[in-house]
């Protein structure tokens, strides 16, 4: 829904949830991922004093829109592969 800008109500389609459902987990699942305990163990900001990457600074796309930005574009990295714990974690859940 963030990437796509899709509403609810067409989430609720795809998947064939109602439309308190897709809101319900949209917002926790946004509320975990901001959340300080994840945000400070996976998200990676760049040094601040690193230099922008040529494919943004050469890219007519990126500069000048995105001079001065934290964020994906110039490098933050968020990880997604859990460990072998946080997997054998969430198999004993199910």
């Known amino acids: 829904m963030c990437v796509t800008g899709l509403s609810i109500h067409h989430v609720g389609e795809r998947f064939q949830h109602a439309n308190p459902t897709i809101s319900k987990y949209f917002v926790e699942v946004l509320e975990k991922l901001s959340s300080p305990d994840f945000y400070n163990q996976y998200v990676q900001l760049p040094p601040s004093d690193e230099p922008i990457p040529d494919f943004i600074r050469t890219n007519k796309k990126f500069f000048p829109f995105f001079v001065g930005a934290l964020g994906?574009?110039?490098?933050?990295?968020?990880?997604?592969?859990?460990?072998?714990a946080q997997r054998d974690l969430a198999q004993n859940r199910k």
């Not at 994906?72 to 072998?84: E, F, K, N, Q, R």
């Open 72 to 84: 994906a574009v110039d490098g933050t990295h968020i990880t997604c592969l859990p460990s072998a």
